[in-house]
Structure formats: structure tokens, C-alpha cells
């Protein structure tokens, strides 16, 4: 360890309790991004991070603004001849529902047995301020970064990064750089050494059926006229087969084993299926037949039903024929898959099965994301891999994200920039449901890990 090193470990030290503290201010912002009724708590978490960044000395700090929830920018640029970093992260939250479900509020952060509870603890306020903590640290201390950073958090992630394609249009310039480092991400277990490499794509359907102009009577009408939540129930099951295994033609159109696939990787984490199932309260049975469930988390595609309604459904009975049922649905993608052509797809399918008395339609949701991976052999991801080992003792397994991360194939696509994560949250941590939470260790480790990377990603030089 550096003498400059230990002098930013020694100020992480006399500033933890401010930091934490400072972070709890920060999650008690709902910042709920698919809720207009959030609106202000969305600005006041944009707000409250662009004055941080002006706070501890990043310069051009401004919003970005794409026509949606806007992002905060800032930069540091004075490392002569060390690359550019864009750090990432996003303020925006999942909605807290359902509110009955939570042990404290879910906006008001409580710390019981070494953990943060509330909404956004995990996903991804924590692991975000841990890496603005970090350029903190090293801008009181030394007065400069190690590396160039520019600092790019978005306010809608949870919302499939909607509008951040037109903010990297308009400030292409201003958020160039040479790899995009993610404070999203997780690791895979507590006391396990990982480094994520790739995620799953996503797009997301919504179905509208309607059978009537209105409710009917299920006694005077019940027989002739048909029943929307019924036919949306058998257009649904038509999209699996018996063993689970997606049944619409063309949806596995252009999927690719992802190049850097560490299969053995997965054998090596000895992975424990039964406490796996045991820990969420459910049962082996439903997966894919013939697939490893590591692969079946990570990398398989899968077709989902998020929500489903129609009809009564409050207290008592009321006898009638709905007239119009809905759903919500969701794909995540595997590499190779094309988001609009599976959109696509699915509609067709269910086109094609609709009765001829019934409206049946089908509607984008959200954007699509393509699949993402980074190069196995990425000198960035080795320089990540370096410092995992040096902070947890361990050379890190790479292991995949069954979610998506949005941002790492725009920032591909549309910057040229290969994205590696270096995110303190753990994959266990309720992440998008009641009780989400955040370990203490993990902020302790995160603001050790994030003072080393900065200089470890400043080494890293250009081959040739």
C-alpha cells in the first residue's frame, strides 16, 4: 500500500461517521422515477448530488437533461496522460409498494444489526455514494485524482434509462472517456470474491384485451358474450410449453453463447440450489429442463408475466362479465437478441391466438436494452480484478447479472465505451422489495476497494 493511499484510508477513517450519515440523508429522498406523484423527491436526490459534487471539487457540474428525469454531471480532468474514467450510478428508486410489507418506512433509513434498511439502500444509492465518497477522499487529501474522472448518475435507471440516449447524443463530447466504471452492479455473495461481466438485455410488452363496451351482468349475459380476463389467461399459457421452455416462434432469434462465458466458473462457485429455493420460499421445478441454474440466472432468456388484471377484485363477490382485461409483461434477453425483434415476436404470437370476438392488444412498455458483456481480456476489468484481489484476499470468479443494466450497451452503442462494475452491494440484499437493505461491511469495504481502484485504473495505459 502507497504512502497516498494510507492518507486517503486515514481520512475515510475520521470521516466515516459524517459520510454515513450524509448517505442516510441521501436514501431519505424517495426518488421513485415510474411515479409522477415522486417528482420532488427526484429532483431534491438530483439536487442534493449535484451540490455534493460541487461540494468536494468536481468542476462543469450541471444537469443533464434528455426530456426526462434529468442526470448530474461533473468532472475532474487534471490527470496529464492517465485515462478518462465516466463513473456511473443512478438516484432513482423502485416504488416502495406494498408499504404494509416493510418492517420501518421505507424513506425513513433504519440501521438494525449492521445493516441499512429502506428503499434505494442497496439499488443503488449506496454503492453510488461510496464511489463519490472515494474521489472525496482523494481530492481533501492530495488535492487531485489519480485518474480523470467524469461522473455521469442518472435518474432513470428503474425506468429502463429512457431519455439517456438523448442526453449521450447532446454531450457526446462532454462524456467521453475510455471505459465506463458502474457503482450498479452486485456481487454474487457476502465473503465471496466476484467481479460482474455481463447482463442480461430486457424490453417489456403490456397485453390489452377487451370483450364488451363495458361490465356485464354474468347472470343476463353470462354464455354469449365472452370473458376478457379468461381469454387473457389462455393467451398467457400459450406462451410456455408444459416443461417451462418459451414457446414463440422467433424468439430465440440470433441468441449467442456470450463470448466470455466462464462456465467453469459457475462449477467453481459450488452453488447451493436447495438453499437457493429455500431462501426465497419456493420449490425446483419450474426452470427450463436441461439448463444449469446458474446459466438459467444469468444468461438464458426468459419470458415473464410482472402483472396481471381484471375484473372485481375487492371485498366480497359481484357477479359480472369483465369486459376488459390487462398484463404486464417482461423478457429479459440473452446475448444476440434483438429487443424489437422479440417485442415482435410476442405480439405476433399472441396475435395470431386471439379469438375473433376479442380486441387484443399489445403495446411497448419501456425501451428495449440489448445483452451486454465485456471483453474477457478488457485492461480495465483486469485492473477491477486486481483490486478485488488485493482488498478480499481472493482473485474474483466472474460471474453474470440476470437483470440489466441500460447503460452498458448505450454507453457501447452510442459512446464506444466497454462498461466493468464495481458495485458493494450483494445480490441477497431485497433489492425491489420490501426491506431492502445495505450491509455496514459493505460500505466499509466499498470505500476501501474504491481509494484503491482510483489510482490501480490511472495505471492502466493504452496497449502500444
Not at 424490453?203 to 354474468?218: F, I, M
Not at 424489437?340 to 376479442?358: G, M, S
Request: net charge negative.
Amino acid at each position: 500500500m502507497t504512502n497516498e493511499v494510507a492518507a486517503v484510508d486515514g481520512w475515510m477513517a475520521a470521516n466515516r461517521a459524517r459520510l454515513l450519515d450524509e448517505l442516510l440523508g441521501f436514501i431519505a429522498k424517495p426518488s421513485v422515477s415510474t411515479d409522477p406523484a415522486y417528482a420532488a423527491g427526484l429532483a431534491a436526490a438530483a439536487d442534493l448530488l449535484a451540490a455534493r459534487l460541487s461540494r468536494i471539487g468536481l468542476n462543469h457540474v450541471q444537469l443533464l437533461d434528455g426530456g426526462g428525469h434529468q442526470a448530474v454531471y461533473g468532472a475532474w480532468t487534471g490527470a496529464v496522460g492517465a485515462p478518462t474514467i465516466l463513473v456511473y450510478g443512478h438516484y432513482d428508486v423502485q416504488p416502495p409498494a406494498p408499504l404494509e410489507a416493510w418492517d420501518t418506512p421505507p424513506f425513513e433509513p433504519s440501521i438494525r444489526d449492521g445493516r441499512i434498511y429502506a428503499r434505494g439502500a442497496s439499488d443503488d444509492k449506496s454503492p453510488l455514494w461510496i464511489a463519490v465518497s472515494a474521489l472525496e477522499a482523494w481530492l481533501a487529501v492530495h488535492g487531485r485524482l489519480p485518474v480523470n474522472v467524469k461522473v455521469l448518475l442518472e435518474g432513470e435507471e428503474e425506468v429502463g434509462s429512457q431519455t439517456l440516449p438523448a442526453i449521450m447524443a447532446a454531450h457526446r463530447d462532454l462524456l467521453a472517456a475510455d471505459v465506463l466504471v458502474s457503482a450498479d452492479g452486485g456481487r454474487w455473495r457476502e465473503g465471496m470474491a466476484t467481479v460482474n461481466t455481463n447482463s442480461r438485455g430486457i424490453v417489456g410488452l403490456e397485453v390489452h384485451v377487451r370483450t364488451a363496451g363495458h361490465d356485464l351482468h354474468s347472470g343476463r349475459y353470462g354464455g354469449p358474450v365472452g370473458n376478457a380476463p379468461m381469454v387473457l389467461a389462455r393467451l398467457l399459457a400459450t406462451l410456455h410449453d408444459a416443461h417451462n421452455r418459451i414457446a414463440v416462434a422467433g424468439f430465440f432469434t440470433g441468441l449467442q453463447r456470450p463470448s466470455n462465458a466462464d462456465y467453469a466458473g459457475m462449477a467453481a462457485l459450488e452453488f447451493d440450489a436447495a438453499a437457493f429455493y429455500a431462501d426465497i420460499g419456493a420449490r425446483p421445478g419450474a426452470m427450463e429442463p436441461g439448463v444449469h441454474l446458474l446459466e438459467s440466472l444469468w444468461l438464458r432468456p426468459t419470458l415473464e408475466v410482472n402483472g396481471l388484471w381484471g375484473g372485481y377484485t375487492g371485498a366480497g363477490g359481484k357477479t359480472v362479465i369483465p369486459a376488459e382485461a390487462h398484463a404486464k409483461i417482461t423478457c429479459r434477453l440473452g446475448p444476440g437478441q434483438d429487443p424489437d425483434h422479440v417485442a415482435a415476436a410476442v405480439t405476433a404470437h399472441l396475435a395470431q391466438r386471439a379469438p375473433a370476438w376479442a380486441d387484443v392488444a399489445v403495446e411497448l412498455a419501456e425501451v428495449g436494452t440489448r445483452a451486454y458483456a465485456v471483453p474477457e481480456d478488457d485492461r480495465f476489468l483486469l485492473a477491477v480484478e486486481r483490486v478485488i484481489e488485493q482488498v478480499h484476499g481472493s482473485k474474483p470468479v466472474r460471474v453474470g447479472i440476470g437483470g440489466t443494466l441500460p447503460i452498458s450497451a448505450m454507453a457501447k452503442e452510442r459512446l464506444g465505451l466497454e462498461t466493468v462494475t464495481f458495485s458493494y452491494a450483494v445480490a441477497d440484499e431485497r433489492i425491489h422489495a420490501p426491506n431492502e437493505f445495505f450491509r455496514l461491511s459493505s460500505f466499509d469495504d466499498g470505500l476501501r476497494a474504491w481509494t484503491r481502484l482510483l489510482p490501480e485504473l490511472g495505471a492502466v495505459r493504452t496497449p502500444g
